[in-house]
């Protein structure tokens, strides 16, 4: 039971990562981002390559996953995203989808079909505490997971570009008139979530055991879930969100027997998504939405 | 069905042959004839035609020409996009293989049977999503999908394990259709009955309401249109054809298993009705064709079709959101433009507005929709205390308004007021915080923007309350939407009801466009017309949806200030010439001293003052409003 607990809270966590990626986006450009995803898979194919390809240590590995994460964030949205201006949101969310099938058709050309195995960040042993045994990795994922939280809290609650970035969707006038040009807060959300997304990726690697093209679907609609929790402009609630997500996943596949009934995970995550727009399409801590 | 083959029937024999024996019995004939001529095209003539294999591909890409059918339905003309499509192709193959494989049922009960199922999966997903405005469809089914593929694909109860179900060919009994080329001319039928039931789809109102929700929804519910329910039904009626066709697909490969419909199916389905053009069938199974049948053709391709195909669906809604054939269509319509330019010219015509607005079609009431009024005396419209608030901003305040029936009742007041969003308030495209709204003596706060337009209310739009992308005859079918009442089947299939209805609208709409004086934009889009003349087509559909109240919000900008002076006349004969009441918006206040009976005007959210029109604008607080504390 603790242990379903620490995996659920330390998946919830990563989860959360990406639905704040999801979020990020949302708020400052209105666009649900189909491909967020995708971009960290093929940010851990680059960290295969530079490990396990050319024996690089792993935080090596990471960084360059971050990099190439980063640099695919920040050229979608500038030849896709920023030329689209005003165009309709469900455009551009197609044009996500466009993106996201490009890199799957790119990983599975240019890799092939067969799974690549990346070495986990930190080699050894877990510790046990209370009965419960928590591995180096979980360790790494669970303090990364809050100093990448904090930190981004404090720099969007702190700063006046943070603060611009928070309003954006609500007023984008009030935000130009502040002096916060439009086009870097783009450039900053996309940026950001890619290379969120990247982050999620390594640490949620560990757990799934391969890289393949779209090995993480499973992350994204969980993290679409918990964003979805959170009503889709929320960061806290994002955060939130990943966590109930996590914690029902590892709960509900501790009680049901898993030979009987496969893939629960999905079954969860499908779950949680009918739920929340049935009982509160806001979202738990959101407001209302315009109902058609 | 038997509608749709009949009609497919309907060549010049087959006319002379209906002639012989008289309507309905030769429709059955005819059909008859076809349905036993049909084995010798499967057995003897298509085997000579096709190859096995090549007849197996090109199966399989008539099955995915119906998919797409099937999202373009939803994406393209209803503007809901689904990501878990291939869920829906599964729940169609699954329940065939089940019925056929298990249980030796034939293929034409199975084929059915999946897009029932199909569409019962549509149903279901779409309650939760679609009541919703923005992208909620698309994570459902996202979701969906993604839980289809992982698990209930694979649940024993359900499908029978993750071994897969056969899907035999099975005609009757124990006679299976074993050659691939009879098989691709079965999948050729069908894809034809799907392609028929879209056309039918498209000519009758489901095709205008879907088109409409696309383009605006808050213009779709002042038309009448109920959009939570018209958006169910796209994605219903979806998820029917998407089941037929992953039936017929899973018949083509004989077995199909939760891997046959993965996350990429869906993807590619998104590619190809995208790229190949939203809401134009024949591009869209053009397209389909190409991506499902060339790379198989073509050796050496290794998955860069899948490049291309993504890197096209990216340029394409980045630089031409119609696709492919829209940017043909957009080509000939420029052309076509530059040429009615030059002969207008020619004649020493402008083609821009002549700056007179013409009269306001008379269009009768029709029978069904006799004039309605309030009981006794009650006015026709009372608003009273209305408050509306978004997140702090409190947009109106108290606001209350009486509009007796019969006249011209002006609401002025400077920029931010609260105008438009009393407006929205009436008209339920907006959600009232307090207050109630009373029309033709009936509450009518808690109904639906769509209910209150068929309650007789019509409003217009300051950016033009019309479905831009269609032409001007088809806004006006659009705005007839709550006569056309024949049912969902009579739409599908066409049938003599629903064709007796459409041709009554379309001599309405005819009537209308002529007395407007504009037969020559019949058939344009209404995106191509001038700012003015727009407007007038506004208003225009706005009467032919037979109101009681017209609501104008700021009919006379963008306009000439001579076509300006000229719609004063005209708003004048809504009262006085057709019956109809007018609340009307207006910052042009010489036009509105000149047409309103009553007047009142709105302050930062709140109603200052109120009267006869000329009084009003005298009072001292309305000077300061408009012009600061200075002048007054």
Redesign the interface.
Known sequence: MGQTLVVGTISGGIYGLMAVGLVLVFKGTRV?N?AQVEVGTLALYAAWEVTTQHGAPWIVGAAAAMVLALAIGLLFERL?VR??GD?P???????T??????M???E??YFGPSPRILRPPIAGLGTKILGVYVSPTQWLSLGLVIVVGVGLAAFLRRTDFGLGVLAAA?DPTAVRLVGVRLSRVSAFVWGTSAVLSAIAALLIEPTIGVIAP?AL??LF?SG??AA?VGGLTSLSGAFVGGLVVGLAESLVGHYVVSS????????V??AT??AV??AR?GGLLGG????? | MAEIAARALQTPLAQRVRSLFGGRRADVLLIAVALAAFPIVTHRAMPRLFHQSDALVLSQGVALAAAALSLNLLLGYAGQISLGHAALLGAGAFASGILTGQHGLPMWVGVPVGGVVGAAVAFVLGIPSLRLRGLYLAMVTLAFGYAAEQSLFRLSVLTGGSAGVALPRRLHGNTLLIGNPGFLAVAMVVLLALWLVDVNVCRTKLGRAFQAIRQDEGVAQAFGVDVTRYKLAAFTLSGAFAGIAGALYGHAVGFVNSETFDFQLSLLLVIVVVVGGLGHRGAVVTAALFFTVFPRFIKGLHGYDLILGALLLMFTVSRHPGGLASMARERRERKAEREARREAEAEGEDIEDAGKLPSLPELPRPPAMPARAAAGDAPLLEAVGVSVHFGGLQALRNASITVPAGGIVGLVGPNGAGKTTLFNAVSGHVRTQSGRVRFLGEEVQDLPAFERARRGMARSFQLIGLAKELSVRENFLLAQHQLATYSPADALGFTRRAASVERALDERAREAVAALGFEQFLDTPVRNLSHGQQRIVEIGCLLATSPELLMLDEPSAGMSPAAAENLAERLRELPDRLGRTVLLIEHNLPLVLDVCDHLYVLHLGEILAEGEPAKVVQQEEVVRAYLGDAAA
């Open positions: 649900l189909f896709i030329p689209m165009a949101r469900m455009t551009v969310a197609v044009a989808i466009g993106l996201l099938s490009l799957l058709a790119f599975s050309v609500d779209g679907a499973g609609a679409l879930a979805l009987s009934v496969p893939g629960i995970p999905a079954l995550v499908f998504i009918v727009l049935l399409p209302r939405v315009a109902t058609a």
